[in-house]
């Protein structure tokens, strides 16, 4: 049966992919376009492989039954995205943005920061966000701007302004909601900053902070073995190094899927500490 399914949607898609005006469709509503566009999208979502070839005839289709679904628009771009063709990817996201702005902006601020490492266009996206919700965070890829706005700014070597958002995402979570709900990963990324700038204490707290929401951290561990070992306290750095390689090696550790994560570790990085307080 879903087979079955899978093949009379590829076939129609095909079918229906061929038509190239708009006079193919003058015997729909704008109403039942806008209908029959959402469900195209859905049903390529929902019965293929993301950028596969069925999965992206029903997106254009989608497009042309409704050129404004800006959700169609972003989803026909993400393979583009994923597969590393940024001058396919950027002009189809563009075209979300400019449709539904308040949905897409972010999120294209978010990839711009960890697909491109383009930092002060990402700035640009999260801070148009702001202006577009006012009085309201937004969380792209369920991150809070202000969070991605530090990665920005340490990445642009801009410390002050870095500290100053991660702070702010912390607090503002701490206070709504309890700083439980704060991303552990936050934790580390200010306590790599409190390290470049020397603040071995303030990166401590943020550090054990992250391990007592997430105690399996191998980050916390590696982090606070540099710091214990830059401070000649070799046996708790051989200690914690031996916690974060094991750790490592059951894959706890900062990562995300298709791009390196800022700050993320490495075996290699792990086992120069571990030589270092062996020694």
């Not at 990665?151 to 991660?166: C, N, P, R, S």
């Not at 570790?265 to 307080?277: C, F, G, N, P």
């Amino acid at each position: 049966m879903v087979k079955s399914l899978k093949f009379c949607l590829s076939l129609f898609a095909l079918l229906f992919s061929n038509c190239q005006n708009s006079d193919d469709y003058k015997d729909y509503s704008i109403s039942e376009r806008k209908k029959m566009s959402i469900e195209y999208l859905e049903n390529g979502e929902k019965n293929f492989g993301q950028g596969s070839p069925e999965n992206m005839e029903l997106i254009e289709i989608a497009i042309k039954l409704d050129p404004a679904n800006a959700a169609a628009w972003r989803e026909l771009s993400v393979p583009y995205l994923k597969r590393g063709i940024p001058h396919e990817w950027k002009p189809l996201f563009d075209k979300a943005v400019e449709l539904d702005p308040v949905t897409w902006q972010g999120w294209r601020g978010y990839l711009k920061l960890f697909f491109y490492r383009d930092y002060e266009s990402a700035i640009a996206d999260f801070n148009a966000t702001d202006t577009l919700t006012p009085g309201f965070t937004d969380y792209p890829q369920s991150m809070s701007v202000d969070y991605l706005r530090g990665l920005a700014y340490f990445q642009l070597g801009e410390e002050e302004k870095a500290l100053d958002y991660y702070t702010k995402y912390i607090n503002e979570v701490t206070t709504k909601s309890g700083e439980d709900w704060v991303d552990v990963f936050a934790f580390i990324h200010r306590a790599i900053l409190f390290m470049k700038l020397r603040e071995y204490e303030k990166a401590v707290v943020d550090l054990e902070k992250c391990l007592k929401y997430y105690p399996s951290s191998s980050d916390a561990y590696y982090h606070l073995a540099m710091i214990n070992f830059e401070q000649g306290r070799k046996q708790i750095a051989k200690e914690q190094i031996a916690k974060a390689k094991s750790l490592f090696e059951k894959g706890y550790y900062m990562h995300k899927p298709y791009v390196e994560t800022f700050g993320q570790i490495d075996l290699y990085a792990i086992e120069d500490i571990e030589k270092k307080v062996t020694d």
